[in-house]
């Protein structure tokens, strides 16, 4: 799960005018037909690199985003959400796996991937970096912030690039059951104690400003989107993807009987879009720059995790065996 | 069939799967390698399903349900055996105790697939596919890991050695123990522990790992009688954090 | 709405040190995350040194089948140290949910790929059958997969004898080529690759019970129902 499609880095177009004009004319028409690009196709090299980029970071999402739920895993209440959270978390790990294989078909090493992410050099998804103070805070996860990473999935899988939509497939799939456990753990927490109720009151007003900031900047304020989506690599605006969120969502949380802190939100009925109160762009660039409650957390974690599995991973190295680029 | 030698065989079981399966589950995200974190994962809810399917059967005895039994007991209520409720020190000992463990357990199953007491029987076949990839798994690690470099084989020596008397209090003898074995419900530990030995020694074999001499080794019983050590209640407090605010909630 | 209360205040730190600050083991990170708080100092904080060489693993492509009578179906890979360590890691990473009743592993190293054909092309029509030697050496078998459309999978379409790759390819030209147009073809030694045997089949034995993993399993649309007709009854949550 992610937020997916905004590259949080300002993107620059250039070198597209130093590609072989009829290898990328090729190129375009491939995409334009809808057929997938696949590992042994040319490819300029600004295709290959955002793409890297983005699925890069999409990759780091999932790893990253697997704390924030799996501190819950051993405090879940009951076998049912035990289990289902183990193999949820789980499931992020694993998507992780297929995403990080679907960028080395690009040409970019698993443990290069890893170590610019430990460093600082490529992002993940700022939503991760808040902290779940309450099981209810874990079930907002499971359930919103799912369900805005399958809103910029099932946008994805139309993409162009054939090893992401194929890992995108299997995310999907593997995404119904996390969106109804998170729904099924809200619906519970909402028609359950006063308690119960309240506990996720307090997360959802927490944790709507993040929420609203996961579909990146506001279209007015992002850059260069035009020769991404002309390639599909990104397959909608940040604001689309916001607005169908909203018009799914917010609803749905609505009918619980829970309230959102923005006064101004609502549907447009005449055009159809949400109205909201502009959320912090400055706040949002502040955070993913590192000024979250738990981005040095997050890495740290993940930085000692590499650090203290090192000897299993030198023990099993063999020069028989060496790296190769994965075929698709 | 004497009810209480039946029921202290499932709870013990059923409260050796729950704590390790949960503390195997606390790896999940910080594994040494994304696909071996899957896999870990993979066991761990298992043992936690497992669990769960032993703490059914308990159901079905006139004990209580399943997550009362599992989030609201105390420590000295609970009869796992103490190595599963030490913490997870480095993967090495994790590894090692996921190899002890899992073996005493996958010949345990199959030993129950002949049990007197049907529906035990009947969940020993059924998960005999789950066991096999927990021993697959195990002893693939141990063998690789174990004939690797000065580090690994250090490592995993050294954890073998810390963790043996414990693996050793799994077998501790219950008060039934002849009736459990006269009424053809279980075999016995004695017997258990006897291919046990065995089958680690066969494995350690393929390594460059010591085998130890068994006759050294003192087991550290306790558990099985509900006297652990602080690591059980500290676990148990983790784990019943959310449920006890309010136990008759639904979640 | 007030200042943003993601602030780690110290009541908040001071309940989770009460219930971890027992711990034996120096906490390496504050953290409310117990587990986190739990994890022992590694290493030096902050960026990652830079390995080298990078510890990376081989890859390995890994085959599922789904049913019986269905053929095996190129999944994606594992990284692994071996073969034998792949296949046991590729079995939760590729068959621990849906259906499976088998799956086989190899080493990406050891997968001959065709080009890949154009538009309506046929993949085979782009092997040369002048330049292929045959009979250079023993024969062995190898298995043949086709992949039907761009953005599918590799499906395994059944094996032939040869005595190294090219010739392999040449064979199933005249064996197995299909009317419709094959865009791309791989072929793999069959001894290269890691089989499961027919005992290991009992791992999938279990698979389809794992319902805890079913979106089937939570549909909390009664208990929602319920909820509603309620609140319209006696609407007291304002």
């Given amino acids: 799960m992610y937020g997916g499609g905004n590259i949080f880095d300002e993107l620059k177009a250039d070198g597209v005018e130093l590609e072989d004009p009829v290898k990328l004319e090729a190129f375009e028409a491939r995409i334009r037909r809808g057929e997938k690009i696949e590992p042994s196709d040319w490819m300029p090299q600004l295709y290959r690199k955002q793409l890297i980029r983005m699925i890069e970071q999409h990759a780091n999402s999932e790893i990253i985003g697997a704390l924030p739920e799996g501190t819950w895993i051993t405090r879940a209440p009951g076998f049912k959400r035990k289990m289902a959270l183990m193999a949820k978390v789980q499931d992020e790990v694993g998507h992780a796996q297929l995403l990080y294989s679907a960028a080395e078909t690009l040409g970019k090493p698993r443990e290069k991937m890893i170590e610019d992410l430990i460093n600082g050099k490529s992002k993940y998804s700022n939503v991760f970096n808040y902290p779940t103070f309450t099981w209810a805070d874990c079930c907002f996860i499971s359930w919103l912030v799912d369900a805005g990473a399958i809103v910029n999935q099932l946008a994805n899988v139309k993409g162009s690039y054939g090893p992401y939509c194929r890992a995108l497939d299997r995310i999907c799939a593997e995404e119904s059951f996390h969106l109804k456990y998170g729904h099924h753990c809200v619906i519970y927490l909402a028609t359950g104690s006063q308690l119960q109720r309240q506990m996720f009151q307090e997360a959802l007003t927490r944790w709507w400003a993040p929420m609203m900031h996961f579909f990146g900047p506001s279209d007015k304020i992002s850059m260069h989107t035009e020769i991404l989506m002309k390639w599909k690599v990104k397959m909608g605006t940040n604001d689309d993807m916001r607005n169908q969120f909203l018009d799914m969502y917010v609803p749905k949380i609505w009918e619980l009987g829970f309230t959102l802190p923005d006064r101004n939100l609502k549907k447009d009925t005449q055009t159809g879009r949400w109205i909201y109160t502009e959320p912090d762009w400055e706040e949002f660039k502040r955070v993913i720059n590192g000024g979250g409650p738990c981005n040095k957390e997050r890495l740290e974690v993940r930085r000692i995790a590499e650090e203290r599995g090192r000897w299993v991973r030198q023990a099993l190295k063999s020069p028989k065996t060496n790296y190769v680029t994965p075929l698709a | ?251 | 709405m007030g200042a943003p209360s993601f602030e780690i205040t110290q009541d908040k730190l001071r309940y989770s040190f009460g219930l971890i600050n027992r711990m034996t083991i120096p906490p390496a990170l504050n953290s409310l995350d117990p587990r986190v708080h739990r994890l022992p100092i590694t290493g030096e904080p902050g960026p990652l040194v830079p390995l080298a060489p990078l510890d990376q693993f081989g890859t390995f492509e890994v085959f599922v089948q789904p049913k019986d009578g269905k053929p095996f179906q190129h999944e994606g890979i594992v990284h692994a140290p071996n073969l034998k360590m792949a296949y046991v890691l590729a079995k939760e990473t590729f068959t621990r949910r849906f259906t499976c009743i088998s799956m086989y592993v190899v080493e990406t190293r050891n997968v001959m790929v065709s080009p890949m054909s154009e538009g309506d092309m046929n993949a085979y029509d782009l092997i040369d059958e002048e330049s292929v030697s045959y009979n250079v050496g023993e024969k062995t078998r190898y298995e043949i997969y086709h992949l039907m459309k761009r953005g599918k999978q590799q499906v395994h379409v059944g094996s032939v004898e040869a005595s190294h790759p090219q010739e392999a390819f040449v064979e199933a030209k005249q064996m197995l080529n299909s009317e419709k147009a094959v865009h791309n073809i791989w072929a793999i030694r069959t001894r290269d690759i890691q089989f499961t045997s027919p005992e290991e089949k009992d791992l999938w034995l279990t698979l389809p019970e794992k319902k805890f993993r079913d979106a089937m399993e939570y549909r909390g649309g009664e208990k929602l129902k319920q909820f509603l007709e309620d609140r319209k009854r006696h609407p007291r949550y304002e």
């Avoid at chain 2, 000065?150 to 414990?166: C, D, K, M």
């Avoid at chain 2, 130890?212 to 006297?227: E, T």
């Fill in chain 2, 1 to 251: 069939m004497s009810e209480i030698a039946l029921k202290e065989l499932l709870y013990k079981m059923a409260d050796d799967q729950l704590i390790l399966g949960h503390r195997n589950s606390e790896w999940t995200g910080m594994g040494p390698l994304l696909e071996e974190d899957i896999a870990f994962s993979s066991m761990a809810q298992d043992k936690v399903g497992q669990s769960l399917a032993l703490y059914t059967l308990l159901l079905q005895l006139g004990e209580h349900e399943p997550d009362t039994v599992a989030f609201t007991r105390d420590a000295q209520q609970f009869h796992n055996c103490i190595l599963v409720e030490l913490p997870n020190g480095e993967y090495d000992f994790s590894l090692i105790r996921h190899f002890l463990f899992d073996t005493a357990e996958a010949l345990r199953f199959q030993m129950l697939a002949n049990s007197s007491y049907e529906p035990l029987a009947q969940l020993a076949r059924k998960i005999r596919g789950e066991l096999r990839y927990h021993t697959l798994h195990a002893n693939i690690w141990i063998n690789q890991l174990g004939s690797a470099t000065e580090e690994s084989t250090g490592r995993l020596q050294r954890s073998l050695e810390f963790a043996l008397p414990y693996a050793l209090g799994a077998f501790e003898e219950s008060a039934y123990e002849t009736e459990l074995i006269s009424s053809g419900i279980f075999i016995g530990e004695k017997m258990l522990k006897d291919q046990w030995v065995t089958q680690i020694e066969t494995i350690l074999q393929t390594t460059n790992l010591r085998i130890p001499d068994w006759k050294l080794i003192q087991p550290v019983f306790g558990g099985r009688a509900g006297h652990h050590s602080i690591h059980l209640s500290l676990l148990l407090e983790e784990m019943s954090e959310v449920f006890r605010i309010d136990p008759g909630a639904e979640w």
